[in-house]
């Protein structure tokens, strides 16, 4: 999506809501960001009501916008919903509704997916939410293909994502989809975050790599191996630098970074091709030895597995508009 101009973000406000969903949608897209040199998003907070709204941590918010400017809006954030057990604001239904017919994007974080679900625009369509509230996602709307396995799924205008955190990961996706993976990996970097997470809701997935300590093997060996990601690495050599046996290194490998070393290092190098595809005309033989890969056949394998699209579609999709 081009953003020459400003593109504005807006999200739903409630009484009784936490504001750790909004915090973050605010936090990737209202933050002023001098260091990127295009026009950022233009993030507004809206609500039925502009009166003050108490939620949750002992404090109060004010939206100052009302739904008629949430559905004008391009893209439509729904961090949570008041009830999953509950009706949803028919007002906000119609916003939504509304804001989908005139062609905008709609965006749902953790419970949020029960007002996209409400209104019609999850029917037929893959699907998640918090892993917790997948089942009863379910049986209210038969009709969406609730998978509770993913941080998130896009589906072109439709994009849910599951609990709390992984708000985050889909607004890197968003801007990723909208600017490209450097600036994606400049507001990761701001963040103090990864920026892309392979994995599901069921596992704490790939970790960045932490501050090296004192005496902390498995950063130091982590570290190295972001240096060197293009050469032939092997669990023997990682535990050899972490100054470790094989079997320790694994153990607290696996306690540090929630996966395995060889899935982390797949995921090391699908990360470190994004740019290459991107910012270059090199073939994908060549991106793949280039990030570390033995074969481009293994190379569309394992990215077609992280980002569920091959590496010549992400190239026509995400490479920047001139």
């Not at 905008?104 to 949020?112: H, K, N, T």
């Not at 033989?285 to 597995?305: K, L, M, P, Q």
Request: with cysteine; proline share 6%.
């Amino acid at each position: 999506m081009s953003l020459h101009r400003r593109h504005r973000v807006a999200a739903f406000a409630f009484p009784g809501m936490s504001p750790f969903e909004l915090g973050c949608v605010i936090e990737v897209f209202g933050l002023p960001r001098p260091e990127i040199d295009r026009p950022w998003y233009d993030m507004v907070v809206c609500g039925e009501s502009r009166a003050p709204m108490r939620v949750l941590g002992g404090m109060s918010i004010v939206a100052e916008h009302g739904l008629e400017v949430f559905a004008e809006a391009d893209t439509l954030v729904v961090t949570a919903v008041p009830d999953v057990l509950g009706a949803v604001p028919e007002a906000l239904v119609g916003a939504l509704r509304a804001a989908y017919n005139r062609g905008a994007r709609l965006v749902s974080i953790c419970s949020g997916a029960f007002a996209l679900a409400a209104a019609g625009l999850l029917d037929g369509r893959e699907a998640t939410t918090h892993w917790r509230y997948a089942r009863i996602l379910q049986q209210r709307y038969p009709l969406v293909r609730v998978n509770p396995d993913v941080l998130y799924l896009d589906d072109g205008r439709v994009l849910t994502s599951a609990g709390s955190a992984a708000g985050l990961d889909l607004s890197l996706h968003i801007v990723r989809s909208d600017h490209g993976s450097a600036v994606a990996n400049s507001v990761a970097r701001r963040l103090v975050l990864p920026p892309h997470r392979e994995g599901g809701q069921a596992q704490f997935i790939e970790a960045a790599v932490p501050e090296i300590g004192e005496h902390d093997g498995v950063a130091a060996a982590m570290a190295w191996a972001l240096d060197h990601l293009a050469e032939p690495i092997t669990l023997e050599e990682l535990a050899r630098r972490a100054h470790l046996s094989t079997r320790s290194f694994l153990r607290h490998f696996g306690r540090r970074a929630g996966t395995s070393p060889v899935r982390w290092l797949i995921a090391q190098r699908v990360a470190a091709s994004l740019p290459l595809l991107e910012g270059s005309t090199l073939p994908v033989e060549e991106i793949a030895g280039a990030v570390g890969f033995d074969s481009a056949v293994t190379f569309r394998h394992h990215f077609g597995r992280a980002m569920h699209t091959s590496p010549s579609g992400y190239r026509r999709a995400f490479r920047p508009a001139d």
